[in-house]
Every structure is written in C-alpha cells, then in structure tokens.
C-alpha cells in the first residue's frame, strides 16, 4: 500500500507538471487551454483522491519514504493527516478548473499563457507541501512553487497598479513566513539541514528552555503568516483574495489558508516530544487565544466591507480563527488530569478538521458565487448590487446555502463544526474557566457572521440597485460556471445534514497518524469505545455514569424547524387570512430611487460603531 500510495503521488504530480507544459501553449484558444487544465487536472486530482483514500483507510502502516530525484533525496511521508488534506486540495482544484474554463473569459483583455501556467503549479505547490517529510530542502521547494506560481496568478490583472502592489505585498509576507519557519528550525539542538521530521522531534526532546520557546514561536507566527491569523492575515489577505480571479481567490481562501493549518497542526499535534520539555498547557493557551482573537477581530472586520470579495477575505480570517482555537483549546484540554476533558479534547480536534472541511467547500463556493456576480454585472461592490434574485435565481439559492452554511446556521454545515468546537469548550469549563469566555467570544462571533452574511446576500441578491448601478444586461451565468457551484452546494447539504459520515473520516484520520499527541494520550483506547458517532452527533460514553453530548443533531433541528413551519401555516389558515399585496411603503418618499435605498453603511451601523477600535474600517466604508 506504500508502494501503490507514493508511486501514485508521483503519477499525478507528473501529470500536474504537463498540464503547466501543454495549457500554456494552447492559452492563444482560450476555452481548449482551460478544457485542457481541467482534463489534466481532474486525472491528477482523481489519482490523489485514491491516494487520499488509500492513506485515510487503507491497511497497513504509513512509512516515510525517502524518494531520490537524481542527487536530490527529499523525504515523504502521507498519512491520514496529510490524506484529508490531499483530498480537500485535490477536489477544489477540480472544481475551480471546471469553473475556470467560462469564467477566465471575464478577462478579454488578457492573455491566458500565464494563468495556466501557474494553475496546476499551484495545485503541484500545495500538494507538495502537504507530503514533504522535512521543513528544509523539500518544504522549501514546495513553498517556493507553492508561492511564486499564486503569487502570478494573484497579479494576474497586472494592468491595475493597485493589484500588482497587493501581489508584491503577499510576495515578500509569504517569502517572510518561509524564513521564520526556516529559522525556527535552527533553534532545535543538534538539528542538520535535511533532517526529516522523525529525526526533528527526536531532537526537540533533546532541546530545553528558551530555544524550545523560540522554536515553537518562530513556527507559530511562520504558518500563522500562511494560515492569515490575527494580526498577520490583516496584512496581506484582504487585499491577495480580492484581487485575484474568483477561481483562484476560491483556493487561496478555501484551500491554501489550509496549508498554514496543517503547518500548526503538524507543528503542535506531531512535533511533541513525549518527555515533559514540552508545556502543552502554555502554548495551548497561546495558540487558543490566537484562535479567538483571529475569530472575533476577523469577523467583525468582515461586517464593515463594501466589496463583496473583500467581505469574504475578512471572513476567512475569522474563520480560521476557529480551527486554531479549537486547536488551541484541545491542547489545553489534554493537559488536565480527568478523563472527560481529556476526551472533549480529542472531539475539539475532529471539530477543527471538521470545520477545515466546511470551510474549504462553503468559502470556495461563496466566492464562486461573488465570481458569478462580476461576471454577470461588472461589480463587486455591494452598493451598486441588489434585486439579483429574480435574475440570477440558481446563483441565489447557493448564495443563500453557502451563507447560512459560514454562518452556523442549523442544518447547514458550518453549525456542526462550529458547535462541535464551542461545545467541547464550554462543558470543560468547569476545569479550564478562560475556555467558557473563549467559547462565549466564539458563539457571539457567529452570530456577528450571520450579520455579515445578511448584508451579503441581501444587498447582492434581494433589495433593489442594480438597476441604477449596472450599464450592461445582467443574466443568469452560463451551465459551466453554474455546475462547479452545484456540486459544492450538494456537499455542503451532505456536511450540514449527515456530519457523522465525516465525523468518522476525522477519526480514521487520527488513527492513521502515528506520532501524533491523540495517539499518545489514547495509545491504549478503541475510539470506538469512547465515542458514540451517530444521527445525535458525538457522545462522550461511559464517563462518570452518563454521556456528554458533544453536538446537536442537524437533522432533529431540521425536524423541528418544519414542524414549526407547519404549525404558524395551520394558525394562519384556520384564521382564514387572505394574502393583500400593496406597493412598498416609502416613508414619505413618492418613488424608491438610488438615492433612497439602503447602503451598506446602514447596515449594522450602530454594532459597527460600537466595534470601531477592531479595524477594517478602511476605504470600504
């Protein structure tokens, strides 16, 4: 299985490479150059999907491979860690490509040469990065494909002066973060350049005092840089996932933000040493307040955006706020002495790869959607939108799925992840106190997203303003660009309705992950017997008598919901109250006009106002 895992690796990362040959040269027919990346993708990504697979639930043990390219020998290794994370990279390089065949023709003015180029040296970037056993000669070729190929595709509108700054900007931030994670690793005693990450941790077990801190620090704020945390994201994000082709910001925020994950989660879940040099309690707390800190000040940021692409890269901040917290909150959660918290730390963990998953697919389709929007009206920017719905009324519907999806709302996807993390938090409350004000922060936090996601899909698709606004005929986007979101939509249903299916993906992810701090604690445990995995979500089994529910169930909440429907329908027809419809109320003005519609400046104002010192209240106000 080995064997079948690496050498299929290799295949699709070959495959890949060519698609950078042969796309480019076919750029001058634009739509046969995006078939052609697609085709060439979809073969790559179909094969890591197998390898995905193989490494989540195949048998056997997963071995780092040492694969030499002529005198170059760079170490490998795919887990059940790496495997979820090659699988989400995989299918939205799919779905993008898909997508990008119709949309990349928004962009006359341009040439195509570049754009597919760099596409599958991105996917190429991302997936080796995900695999490489080391943090010096194979990271750094995978981080440096990785960066310079988006950083191409971000500027791919080099005619604005405004976008190549922004690109140049994320150029030098992401060449920073490659030298902190470098230098970080030079703290570690008897460390050699080359080293593999097996030899890595051995010799963290060897290192104490302030070069351990300075380690763990140096890695922290270098993936923080990649994941966009709070106050790093700030500096590069907003403006590289606006900016971009659609497709791309799709991947930036729905896929690569991940690559910065896996770097913190490899860093503080697999680089412990199992003596006691490692203080998990602190740095769980520093990595938790990171996380609620980057959830809060991200999503509030969020709220305050008139572009809509600019709204959805603030919101990716906030976002991954929630997988460090849960992150952080595990660590912290595995270091009290009681089996319950020790437990409610492994469900926090299956949270955060759980929300890594909800993220990737709703944010990679919210972005889509606003790709929908430019390319049908010419704008992003949410005060010249309005009254799509009648218009565009499939992008709506995913528009609307993908908002209450980000948001929390049951029985969409977002809800079960978040609330997997902020539940965990507040039932080990009674043993960690920060962690109720932290899981407090985090459930205001969501309802400050729904706000934001309010604003969003009701100034692009509801309310009036297009019509004013935009000088061209506005239509539905072509079936190609309306499949991709389809698909996305499906899966976000699936997430939201059914999570203990990936529930259980989560778990055989950590069992197929040796050498990770969920092994150590439960190296001697069936997770089988701990948790109960089913239609009412994670239970807690067999712990001081009775079972802790760790979630809610998104179908019962469903139920119920409908059953409330019904019930306000029967008291309205038992009344027999009749249906009027009368002209909107204008409040004194004779005519609804531009000059009388709500901006978004309105929205929200006095919880904006309140909420000043968080930032973002920039150019977009």
């Known amino acids: 299985m080995n064997t079948d895992i690496y050498r299929n690796l290799l295949i699709a990362l070959a ?7 042969i796309s480019p040269i076919l750029a001058g027919r634009r739509k046969l150059a995006g078939v052609v990346n697609f ?7 179909v094969i890591l999907l197998v390898v995905a697979y193989g490494a989540i639930f195949g048998e056997g043990e997963h071995a780092a491979q040492l694969i030499s390219f002529g005198p170059l020998g760079i170490h490998f290794l795919v887990d059940g860690f790496a495997g979820l994370f090659i699988g989400i990279v995989s299918f939205m390089a799919i779905i993008s490509a898909f997508y990008s065949i119709e949309y990349m023709e928004h962009y006359p003015e341009y040439h195509l040469r570049w754009y597919y180029l760099c596409y599958p040296l991105f996917i190429f970037g991302m997936i080796l990065l995900l695999t490489v056993d080391d943090l010096s000669v194979g990271f750094s070729i995978a981080w440096q494909i990785m960066t ?37 690793t030079f703290f570690i005693g008897g460390y050699h350049f080359g080293d593999s990450m097996h030899e890595i941790v051995q010799k963290i077990g060897e290192t104490g005092g302030v070069y351990l801190y300075a380690m763990y620090g140096f890695l922290l704020v270098g993936f923080g840089f990649k994941a966009g945390v709070f106050p790093l994201g700030q500096l590069w994000l907003p403006d590289a996932h606006s900016i971009a082709p659609s497709p791309i910001s799709a991947l930036l925020s729905g896929v690569m933000l991940k690559t910065g994950i896996y770097g913190i989660m490899r860093t503080f879940l697999f680089m412990v040493p199992a003596n006691a040099t490692f203080d998990g309690m602190t740095w769980g707390m520093i990595v938790a307040t990171v996380g609620v800190l980057t959830l809060f000040i991200g999503t509030v940021q969020s709220m305050k955006q008139s572009d809509a692409k600019r709204l959805l890269a603030y919101s990716s901040i906030g976002q991954i706020g929630y997988i460090v917290f849960a992150v952080g909150a595990a660590m ?5 002495q009681d089996p319950l918290i020790k437990t409610l730390a492994l469900i926090a963990m299956i949270g955060s790869l759980f929300h890594v998953m909800n993220h990737a697919i709703f944010k990679g389709l919210l972005f889509l959607t606003s790709g929908s929007v430019l390319y049908a009206t010419g704008t992003k920017d949410l005060n010249k939108l309005g009254g799509l719905i009648k218009i565009m009324p499939v992008s709506a519907v995913i528009a609307g799925i993908a908002s209450l999806s980000i948001a929390g709302m049951p029985p969409f996807s977002g809800f079960s992840s978040k609330w997997t993390i902020i539940s965990t938090s507040l039932l080990a409350g009674n043993k960690v106190m920060v962690l109720v004000i932290f899981g407090i922060i985090a459930l205001f936090t969501s309802a400050v997203t729904l706000a934001c996601y309010v604003k969003f899909f009701g100034m692009m698709f ?6 004013w606004n935009v000088k061209k005929e506005v239509k539905e986007v072509p079936a190609v660009m309306l499949i991709p979101k389809i698909i996305l939509t499906l899966v976000c249903l699936t997430q939201g309705l059914m999570p ?3 529930y259980r993906v989560v778990i055989n992810v950590f069992q197929r992950s040796a050498g990770s701090i969920v092994q150590g604690q439960y190296a001697t445990y069936d997770f089988s017997q701990m948790l109960n995995v089913s239609l ?8 001081y008598t009775a079972s802790v529910s760790a979630a809610a169930a998104p179908i019962v909440v469903l139920i119920v919901v409908a059953c409330a429907f019904l019930i306000s329908y029967l008291f309205r027809i038992s009344g027999g109250s009749k249906e009027v419809t009368a002209p909107t109320w204008l409040c004194g003005y004779q005519e609804l006009n531009n000059l009388n519609r709500y901006t978004d400046k309105s929205m929200f104002a006095a919880l904006k106002n309140l909420l000043w010192w968080t930032g973002g209240n920039g150019k977009n106000q």
């Open 500 to 502: 203990f299916i990936f």
């Open 148 to 184: 310079i190929s988006s950083y191409f595709l971000i500027k791919f509108e080099y005619k604005k002066k405004e976008n190549v700054r922004g690109a140049n900007k994320y150029l030098v931030l992401m060449e920073l973060a490659w030298l902190l994670v470098l230098v970080g």
């Open 462 to 467: 509801t309310s009036v303003g297009h019509e």
């Open 39 to 45: 085709l060439l993708t979809s073969i790559a990504g």
């Open 332 to 336: 912290v959660m595995l270091n009290v």
């Open 15 to 21: 495959v890949l490479a060519s698609s950078a040959v």
């Open 536 to 543: 009412l979500g994670i239970q807690v089994k067999d712990f």
